[in-house]
């Protein structure tokens, strides 16, 4: 979420998965798109999930890193996705924060590392707050749908199989948690639980969007079948 004004800035990331993550996801941005009035009484857009942001962070961070100025380079990312004169907020979703699909369940990254996408928005926003967003899971039902997907993905014939080849720690959210602040910096997060999405998903739009009236949002039902 970017701020504009410059008085009171601020940039907050959306992270998403699969699975139960992206049906969260899905009517996540459904909500937004049943109350876009509400949003734009505030001033606040956001991006459709299907723009290529993670181009033009990737270009506008090697900029930086190769000495062109840091407000000039952020003013142009910014007028490539959006008319920055006419909002004062400015969500971005892409699921690819928490990494690709074809990454998720290898050895030591059932919590991708996402530090390098993170370190490239700091880079564009260096004088920005920024905040992440996780969505956690219950650690019981979160190690059997792993194992199913490595089932389904061929790369484990039965559970002991599939549990001589992880590292255990390497499935709690806490590692997660602690990659994405980054050492050093310790990025301020607020995190839920994907269980509990359908009975608080009001709070969270309104934790990161920040829109006044959050619990007058409507979504529809149907996406809350989890």
């Not at 400015?90 to 290898?106: T, Y």
């Amino acid at each position: 979420l970017h701020r504009v004004d410059r008085r009171q800035r601020q940039m907050c990331i959306r992270d998403s998965y699969k699975g139960g993550h992206q049906s969260t996801t899905e009517h996540f941005i459904a909500a937004l798109k049943e109350n876009k009035n509400i949003l734009a009484d505030e001033n606040i857009t956001y991006l459709p999930i299907e723009n290529d942001t993670f181009t033009h962070i990737f270009k506008a961070a090697k900029a930086i890193r190769n000495g062109k100025n840091i407000a000039d380079t952020r003013n142009d990312f910014l007028k490539q996705l959006t008319d920055i004169k006419s909002i004062d907020k400015l969500l971005i979703i892409d699921n690819r924060v928490i990494g690709q699909e074809h990454r998720l369940f290898e050895k030591e990254l059932f919590q991708p590392r996402n530090r390098g996408i993170l370190n490239q928005i700091e880079a564009i926003f260096s004088d920005f707050n920024i905040r992440i967003f996780i969505e956690t899971r219950s650690f019981t039902s979160l190690i059997p749908s792993y194992y199913s997907d490595t089932v389904f993905y061929n790369k484990a014939s039965n559970y002991d199989d599939f549990i001589a080849q992880i590292n255990i720690e390497d499935l709690q959210w806490s590692s997660l948690i602690e990659r994405s602040q980054g050492r050093g910096t310790r990025l301020p997060a607020t995190i839920w639980q994907y269980e509990d999405y359908p009975y608080i998903w009001r709070d969270v739009i309104g934790a990161i969007t920040g829109v006044e009236k959050y619990q007058d949002l409507n979504a529809p039902a149907e996406n809350l079948d989890l």
